[in-house]
C-alpha cells in the first residue's frame, strides 16, 4: 500500500525549533519529488516548499514566508523526508502534509501532523 | 509573489454541472492541478497537468484549461462531491508554487 505517515508535530514556544518527519512506503521513495504543504486552522492550502530526487539534483525550493527558517530534506535510505523548522512564529501554526509525487504531480498524501506555536 | 484567484463559493443542485475557476497570469505556460479536500482530511488530486485525471477519481472530473483560466469541471455533480477545491500551479519562472484561496462546492 503506497503511504505517507507524518510526525514531529506538537507545543512548541515562538522562537522554538521542531523537525518534522515523513515516512514513505508503496512505491520507490528515491524516484519521487516531495513536497511540504501547511493548512493553519480554518484556512486555505498553504505551499511550504519542496525537494527533488537526487537524480535531480535535490535542489530545494521554499516558499517566501519559510525561506531562511526551514530546511527540507531527505534520506533517500531510510524513505523519510524532513522539514526542519526554526525561528517559529505563531503565524507557523497549523497542519503540515507531506505530499509524494509518485505516479502524478501530488497524488500521493499523508494525514498530517500539528504543529502549535504559542506561548 | 503570484497569486491564483478562485471564487470562494459555488453552489449547484444535484445533477446540474459546476464549474470551478480558477485565474493565474502564468497559467497560459503553467499547467494547473486540482485538490478535493473534505473536512477533517488530507488533500486528493483530482486533476493534474490541467486535464488529466488520476487513477480512482470518476469520469465526471474533468479539467480545462485557456489562457489565465483554469476550470474544474464536476458533470452530474453529486451530494459526495461537497468539498473545498483547490487550484494549484507554478509561477513563470517555475520555482514557485501556489495555491488558489480555494472553492467551497456546496451540492444541495
Known amino acids: 500500500e503506497v503511504q505517507l505517515v507524518e510526525s514531529g508535530g506538537g507545543l512548541v514556544r515562538p522562537g522554538g525549533s521542531l523537525r518534522l518527519s515523513c515516512a514513505a512506503s508503496g512505491f520507490t521513495f528515491t524516484n519521487a519529488w516531495m513536497t511540504w504543504v501547511r493548512q493553519a486552522p480554518g484556512k486555505g492550502l498553504e505551499w511550504v516548499g519542496l525537494?527533488?530526487?537526487?537524480?535531480?539534483?535535490?535542489?530545494?525550493d521554499y516558499a517566501a514566508p519559510v525561506k531562511g527558517r526551514f530546511t527540507i530534506s531527505r534520506d533517500d535510505s531510510q524513505n523519510t523526508l524532513y522539514l526542519e523548522m526554526n525561528s517559529l512564529k505563531t503565524e507557523d501554526s497549523a497542519v503540515y502534509y507531506c505530499?509524494?509525487?509518485?505516479?502524478?504531480?501530488?497524488?500521493?498524501w499523508g494525514e498530517g501532523t500539528t504543529v502549535t506555536v504559542s506561548s | 509573489s503570484y497569486e491564483l484567484t478562485q471564487p470562494p463559493s459555488v453552489s449547484v443542485s444535484p445533477g446540474q454541472t459546476a464549474r470551478i475557476t480558477c485565474s493565474g497570469d502564468?497559467?497560459?505556460?503553467?499547467?494547473a492541478y486540482w485538490f478535493q479536500q473534505k473536512s477533517g482530511q488530507a488533500p486528493v488530486l483530482v486533476i493534474y497537468?490541467?486535464?488529466k485525471r488520476p487513477s480512482g477519481i470518476p469520469e465526471r472530473f474533468s479539467g480545462s484549461s485557456s489562457g489565465t483560466m483554469a476550470t474544474l469541471t464536476i458533470s452530474g455533480a453529486q451530494v459526495d462531491d461537497e468539498s473545498d477545491y483547490y487550484c494549484y500551479s507554478t509561477d513563470s519562472s517555475g520555482n514557485l508554487r501556489v495555491f488558489g484561496g480555494g472553492t467551497k462546492l456546496t451540492v444541495l
Open positions: 497537468e490541467d486535464n
Open positions: 502564468a497559467l497560459p505556460k503553467k499547467y
Open positions: 505530499s509524494g509525487n509518485v505516479l502524478a504531480y501530488m497524488d500521493v
Open positions: 525537494i527533488k530526487t537526487k537524480t535531480d539534483g535535490e535542489t530545494t
